[in-house]
């Protein structure tokens, strides 16, 4: 059994050692998959508020040093959701109406859900978003750390490990402020 500690208060991070080489988080994901489950399964018993406080305090730590617009990786990998006021928004911002922008970029399940139709995003170019001040909430919020529910969101979390260098960055910090592994 681990025995954990949390510094919420006057909470301060070492200088990070941010790791941002897609390849090798890739190949980290492979390798620490039965390490990464068991830490998932550690926070169990843990305080969500404390976690939270602490996931927030290294996001934020390990955000300010990565630069998404020069990776893009979660837009060559993932499937993006958008709402409907979205695609209504994605049409004016293209000077199309919104029937072209549904037909263009937008697929929509039976449930009503739309999602942009291409992996890579269709406003991918040269890694950055190409409606990037326009861009969906999904994509504004990835990787969704800065919000409450770190213990209940890991496992989806935990998915995108191999993909997003802010997720694999905040899950290796966490995985030393909770005690899980030595400092």
Do not use: W
């Amino acid at each position: 059994m681990f025995s954990y500690t949390f510094a919420t208060q006057n909470f301060k991070l070492p200088p990070p050692n941010i790791i941002a080489d897609l390849e090798f988080i890739a190949a980290q994901a492979e390798e620490k998959a039965e390490e990464n489950d068991h830490f998932l399964r550690s926070l169990r018993n843990l305080d969500a508020a404390e976690l939270d406080a602490t996931a927030h305090v290294v996001n934020d730590e390990v955000s300010a040093a990565i630069d998404c617009t020069e990776c893009g990786n979660c837009c060559n990998k993932l499937v993006i959701n958008v709402t409907q006021t979205e695609v209504t928004g994605l049409a004016g911002t293209l000077g199309i109406s919104e029937q072209k922008a549904r037909e263009l970029y937008i697929e929509e399940s039976m449930g009503g859900n739309c999602f942009v139709n291409t992996i890579p995003c269709h406003f991918l170019s040269d890694k950055k978003c190409t409606i990037y001040a326009g861009r969906f909430s999904e994509c504004r919020d990835f990787p969704h750390l800065h919000k409450p529910g770190f213990k209940a969101r890991l496992a989806g979390t935990l998915n995108y490990y191999g993909t997003c260098p802010i997720i694999y960055n905040v899950v290796e910090v966490m995985k030393r402020k909770v005690g899980f592994i030595d400092p």
